[in-house]
Structures are given as C-alpha cells and as structure tokens.
C-alpha cells in the first residue's frame, strides 16, 4: 500500500509564495498518475492539478493555471505543487493523491473517484 506524506503548508499573505512537497512511500511511483486536490472550510474536495507518469502529461484547474506548477522528481518519489500570487481562496488543505493503473484519457484525471491513494492533507493559509 502506498503511503502519501504532504509538508510544506503554512500561513502566507495574499500575493505570496509556498511549495507543497507529497513524498511516496512503498509502491512503484514513477508508474502513478499524481494529483493535487483541495478542500476549504464548508466546500467539497476540488481538483487543483495533475501530472502523468514521465511529467509529460499535466493538467490544471482554471482558477489556479498561470499560478501554480505541478512537478514530479521520480528519483525522489516526490510530487510537488509550486503557488503562487496565491489569493485568501486558495486557503484550503491540501491533498496529494495517486492513481494506480493505465490512464487513456488525453489530459489527466481531474476526478478524485480516479485515485487510488491520498496523503493526510497539509494545511495552506492565505491572509489579507
């Protein structure tokens, strides 16, 4: 089983910077499909970003494109999501999660019923 571990969450102003970190262990992470996903306070879980096996491959979510960079370093088994210009709305924890098996559609799976694994979540604020 495939264990999932975000950091990088922390409080920041709006206009600012963070880098989430979700190292695997266990599994063979270089095959996983890898997304981040979200949830604020009274909203349901929402894709943010994803990224096939080889990084050939990401998709991200409208409100977000532009402004965050989702990247992988298989030799680590570490997925991560760069943000920035972040607003109070992406306040929000954060989940890394993992899809273990083929994926044919031609961007990556942005429903978290594709997933397979999910990490604990890491908390991101951003204030006024």
């Known amino acids: 089983q495939v264990q999932l571990v975000e950091s990088g969450g922390g409080w920041v102003q709006t206009g600012g910077s963070l880098r989430l970190s979700c190292e695997a262990f266990?599994?063979?992470?270089?095959?996983?499909?890898m997304g981040w996903f979200r949830q604020a306070p009274g909203k349901e879980r929402e894709f943010v970003a994803t990224?096939?096996?080889?990084?050939?491959?990401?998709n991200s979510a409208d409100s977000v494109a532009g402004r965050f960079t989702i990247s992988r370093d298989n030799p680590r088994n570490t997925l991560y999501l760069d943000m920035t210009s972040l607003k109070p709305e992406d306040t929000a924890v954060y989940y890394c999660?993992?899809?273990?098996?083929?994926?044919?559609?031609?961007?990556?799976?942005?429903?978290?019923?594709?997933?397979?694994?999910w990490g604990q979540g890491t908390q991101v604020t951003v204030s006024l």
């Open positions: 990224i096939s096996w080889r990084a050939g491959v990401t």
């Open positions: 999660a993992a899809r273990d098996g083929f994926w044919s559609g031609s961007s990556g799976p942005s429903n978290e019923k594709d997933y397979h694994y």
């Open positions: 266990r599994g063979t992470f270089s095959t996983y499909y």
